[in-house]
Nanobody
């Protein structure tokens, strides 16, 4: 059974940086990709006219190839440390709209479909999330 545990969330001012980590245990060989998705806290989701649903933001495959959502491209970097079985998400130039719960997940599809899968509701495994709050 795959277990994912996120850490590294916190509060930061706009323009700041955070590094999220995801400790991975178990066999992820059947998963085509791993990555991060985020979901705004319920209160913020209610205040947003256009649905701010779960968003797959970054993915990486076993070969180290990566994929990013346009909303984070150029600011976020996904990486993995195979020796430590850890997935990372380096987040720079943070904006208030990046405020959300961030989740690490393993998904079955290959990289080209990973962001869609991360934004959906079908995971091989997912963590409990870590909260990132960006103030203006």
């Amino acid at each position: 059974q795959v277990r994912l545990v996120e850490s590294g969330g916190g509060a930061v001012q706009a323009g700041g940086s955070l590094r999220l980590s995801c400790a991975v245990s178990g066999d992820t060989s059947k998963s085509g990709s791993m990555g991060w998705f985020r979901q705004a806290p319920e209160k913020e989701r209610e205040a947003i006219a256009v649905g701010n649903e779960r968003e797959g933001i970054a993915a990486i495959d076993s070969g180290g190839s990566t994929s990013y959502a346009n909303s984070v491209k150029g600011r976020f970097t996904i990486s993995k440390d195979n020796a430590k079985n850890t997935l990372h998400l380096e987040m720079n130039s943070l904006k208030p709209e990046d405020t959300a719960m961030y989740y690490c997940a393993a998904v079955r599809p290959p990289l080209w479909a990973a962001l869609t899968a991360l934004g959906g509701n079908v995971f091989d495994a997912r963590g409990q999330g870590t909260l990132v709050t960006v103030s203006s």
